[in-house]
């Protein structure tokens, strides 16, 4: 077995992927560890599948419109593989004033960024989609908005890293970076296998705090269960990205038919974390049909045939962390997704190319540094 290349990536999930992706294509050598014994085990398989720049905060929207832009429209090509990327556009819906003040507060704020996302009225929201609720009284409508398949696009930067020479090693679950003469250079799986390399990314989602804090860092993280049902074949309704105001559903119709949904139920706070538990609460599934049948009541009669669930690291400010570690130089973290970093894996992982080779990078993510944090620990 392999263990020594010039990239270690922690985490084999959509971002490590892109990560060893990109790094394979300019010729890096990289392997990446996962804990699991399956690629894609978090949330990168596990979530609605929403490509979007509309609702974020402005920190995230530079990278996030960079990949829209530049990376999601040709991606299934680059990657030989249909991801089932649609570009039709995002409505952020509301019931009522309290979700109209959120929606038109993230609508001012991509403005200034240059975004072309602009509040609509009830009747346009069912204008542009006539199978939505009367109670909607507005929405924020991107139209440069989408949605993928998680999964895919996920296997299919998998696939073509493992075909551009990327070793990945499944069910090595990390305990320890250790630092050589100050840098971090080795990263020790459980069963006491050491691997080294001159970089090392983070991205295994909450684990990455534990495994941080092995060389003295802390993010300010914490687990959130997510899940997600999806519902018997459909005739076609819409190809738009759906949400809600306060992220209440969210979910598309796939290419097949089927409907994709997540949601929440409002006690994921106070769930037990134990990240090796997949099983979803009695109430999930239920709090995500009400929500549907609230926003798509013709799908009233929809039977559901699956649903799913899977952990998602959490940040204090829930935007992201992806930067170098100057105290501990070699170290890159990409952590603390909080739940919405599918969409901008593509953009994440070239940048992490970048931070690898000194390159400059795609946007200014100055914000999203690790130490952040600092004055308020």
């Given amino acids: 077995m392999r263990t020594n290349a010039e990239v270690i990536i922690v985490g084999a999930g959509v971002v490590g992927n892109a990560a060893a992706y990109y790094l394979a294509k300019q010729g890096v050598s990289v392997i990446v560890l996962e804990a699991s014994d399956s690629i894609g085990h978090g949330g990168s398989s596990r979530n609605g599948g929403g490509v ?53 507060k993230l609508t001012d704020n991509a403005q200034t ?30 139209p440069t908005d989408g949605h993928a398949n998680p999964m895919k696009t996920t296997l299919a930067f998998y696939k073509r890293g493992r075909d551009m020479g990327v070793t990945y090693i499944t069910g090595a679950k990390v305990v320890q970076i250790r630092k050589i003469r100050g840098k971090a250079r080795q990263v020790i799986v459980e069963d006491g296998t050491v691997f080294e390399g001159e970089h090392i990314i983070l991205c295994a989602g909450y684990e990455t705090r534990e495994i941080a804090n092995t060389v003295g860092i802390d993010i300010p993280m914490v687990p959130y269960f997510g899940s997600a049902i999806v519902t018997e074949m459909q005739p076609k309704m819409f190809d738009i990205m759906l949400g ?42 239920s709090a995500n049909c009400r929500g549907i049948m609230k926003y798509v009541p013709k799908l009233k009669n929809a039977k559901i045939v699956r649903s799913w669930g899977g952990w998602m690291d959490i940040t204090h400010d829930h935007v992201p962390v992806i930067s170098p570690v100057e105290e501990v130089p070699g170290l890159i973290l990409a952590c603390g997704m909080s739940g919405h970093g599918f969409g901008t894996a593509p953009a994440v992982g070239l940048m992490l190319s970048q931070m690898v080779l000194s390159q400059e990078l795609i946007c200014d993510i100055s914000s999203l540094r690790y130490d952040r944090f600092h004055s308020a620990l």
């Fill in 113 to 142: 960024l240059g975004l072309d996302v602009n509040m609509v009225s009830g009747e346009e929201v069912r204008e542009i989609c006539p199978y939505l609720s009367e109670k909607i009284v507005g929405a924020s409508w991107c």
């Fill in 244 to 285: 809600v105001a306060n992220a209440e559903i969210y979910g598309h119709q796939c290419a097949h038919g089927s409907f994709v949904f997540g949601s929440g139920t409002g006690l994921e706070p106070t769930v037990k974390a134990d990240t090796s538990n997949l099983k979803l609460m009695s109430l999930d599934a």
């Fill in 52 to 104: 979007r720049q509309s609702g974020r905060d402005v920190r995230e929207l530079p990278y996030a419109i960079y990949g829209i832009k530049n990376i999601w429209p040709n991606l299934s090509e680059e990657l030989g593989m249909d991801i089932e990327y649609v570009q039709k556009g995002n409505l952020r819906v509301g019931l009522n004033e309290e979700h109209i003040k959120i929606l038109e």
